[in-house]
């Protein structure tokens, strides 16, 4: 079946930087996009980016843009978020998403989620 | 962007009463070349990633149960659940991705047990 399993996270200092990684099993993952979403504590919901099944088509949402970046290691069914110049705002769960459709489209397998707590 | 707002905030159902919620986007997300409402629903539960219910507006996923429904089109779109049970107690958010990016999800709407 299909399995994301992220990590990477953990306390980091204003300023500095964390890369997670998903390692993604149970299909073929150079077939499909994939997206990192986010959840602050507390609060819903934000897409943070995607990247193509061949990585050559990335978007940002405007709160990332510049600052975290995605890439994708197909031949290591794995995916990636390097972050950096991280703030407190960036706090957050991050769950890497299978996106079904391409394109930025809907998330039919999610992982757990990793926690990004940035704090001084 | 496309707006996605969700009603009510928060919610209270007897069990085996109905629960609605409703999403409404700031601009259409039907594509009219293909007749379909880009709007998917998705419910999550404490302390777990969030689940994928319906896609297009009204496509239940494979082993999602019958009481949940989905409805609507254009703007205007209801996330229904003809008889509540104890484990659809969670937080459900609607999601647009007519156009994309960004990808835009409601503020999500809580679900309780009255």
């Known amino acids: 079946q299909v399995q994301l399993v992220e990590s990477g996270g953990g306390l980091v200092k204003p300023g500095g930087s964390l890369r997670l990684s998903c390692a993604a099993s149970?299909?073929?993952?150079?077939?499909?996009?994939m997206s990192w979403i986010r959840q602050a504590p507390g609060k819903g919901l934000e897409w943070v980016s995607y990247?193509?099944?061949?990585?050559?088509?990335?978007y940002y949402a405007d709160s990332v843009k510049g600052r975290l970046t995605i890439s994708r290691d197909n031949a290591k069914n794995s995916l990636y978020l390097q972050m950096n110049s991280l703030r407190a705002e960036d706090t957050a769960v991050y769950y890497c998403?299978?996106?079904?459709?391409?394109?930025?489209?809907?998330?039919?397998?999610w992982g757990q989620g990793t926690l990004v707590t940035v704090s001084s | 962007d496309i707006v996605m707002t969700q009603s009510p905030d928060s919610l209270a159902v007897s069990l085996g009463e109905r629960a609605t919620i409703n999403c409404k986007s700031s601009?259409?997300?039907?594509?009219?070349?293909?007749?379909?409402?880009?709007l998917a629903w998705y419910q999550q539960k404490p302390g777990q990633p969030p689940k994928l219910l319906i896609s297009?507006?009204?496509t239940r996923e494979s082993g999602v149960p019958d009481r949940f429904s989905g409805s609507g089109s254009g703007t205007d779109f209801t996330l229904t659940i003809s008889s509540l049970q104890a484990e659809d107690v969670a937080v459900y958010y609607c999601?647009?991705?007519?156009?994309?990016?960004?990808?835009?999800f409601g503020q999500g709407t809580r679900l309780e047990i009255k």
């Open positions: 998403a299978r996106d079904f459709y391409g394109s930025g489209s809907y998330f039919d397998s």
């Open positions: 149970g299909f073929t993952f150079s077939d499909y996009y």
């Open positions: 990247i193509s099944s061949s990585g050559s088509i990335i």
């Open positions: 601009q259409s997300v039907l594509y009219s070349s293909n007749n379909r409402n880009y």
């Open positions: 297009w507006a009204s």
């Open positions: 999601q647009q991705y007519y156009t994309t990016p960004p990808i835009t």
